[in-house]
């Protein structure tokens, strides 16, 4: 079956404890991205990648760190999470297209920073 | 830098009656825009897009959109709203290899 994985699902950590949210998709898509939701503001993009080893900022980069080794994995990292990155996360990815194609989402990642 | 607007927090609609979540948006060169669902504990789902060709779009689960280039507005449409239509409804426009969305329209379909 064609997906978006995410782990976890849930999350409760405490400021400054590092953390690794993992995103895996199995459609060979060149194209991934991260969103965070909040209440307000929709969906706002933290970074992207338009393929293995290219990265970049999206809308609210700071406080995120992304890498991408392989075509399929695309962690989120937050070094030292606060507060205000408590959150909705989505991972999705899709096939690289200029015309920016349909993007696949995962089930998303609901995070608690005390 | 793209974007869009969603006016309305809120839509509330009875069971049979048309639904429309509206979108304004605002980009640099072609507009290619996409509507997305979001159900309660869900991730985002496709609902339809608009790349190029006819002004009225036809998507998933008995939704269109209508792309008017004059007044850059691509409304959501369904003819007979469902109670399972209920959902937060997502306008997007895409430019700069990003995908910018609207804060969301929460659709409220009253039985």
């Known amino acids: 079956e064609a997906q978006v994985t995410q782990n976890p699902r849930y999350l409760i950590t405490v400021t400054g404890k590092k953390l690794t949210v993992t995103c895996s998709q199995n459609?060979?898509?060149?194209?991934m991205s991260w969103y965070r939701q909040d209440p307000g503001l929709g969906l706002r993009q933290i970074y992207y990648s338009m393929n293995v080893e290219v990265t970049d900022k999206g809308d609210v980069p700071e406080g995120y760190k992304v890498s991408r080794k392989e075509k399929r994995n695309f962690p989120l990292i937050l070094e030292s999470p606060s507060p205000n990155q408590t959150s909705l996360y989505f991972c999705?990815?899709?096939?690289?297209?200029?015309?920016?194609?349909?993007?696949?989402f995962g089930p998303g990642t609901r995070l608690t920073v005390l | 830098a793209q974007s869009v607007a969603q006016p309305e927090d809120q839509v509330n609609v009875a069971e049979g009656n048309p639904l429309t979540v509206k979108c304004t948006y605002s980009v640099s060169g072609n507009p290619y825009l996409f509507w997305y669902v979001q159900y309660p504990n869900r991730g985002l789902q496709f609902l339809l897009k608009?790349?190029?060709?006819?002004?009225l779009v036809k998507g998933s689960y008995g939704f269109e959109a209508e792309f008017n280039k004059s007044q850059t507005s691509f409304h959501l449409k369904k003819p007979s709203a469902l109670v399972s239509d209920s959902a937060l409804y997502f306008c997007?426009?895409?430019?700069?290899?990003?995908?910018?969305f609207g804060k969301g329209n929460q659709v409220v379909v009253i039985p």
């Open positions: 608009y790349i190029t060709g006819d002004n």
């Open positions: 999705a990815s899709s096939p690289w297209e200029m015309n920016g194609d349909t993007q696949y």
């Open positions: 459609m060979n898509h060149e194209y």
């Open positions: 997007a426009v895409y430019g700069n290899n990003r995908l910018a």
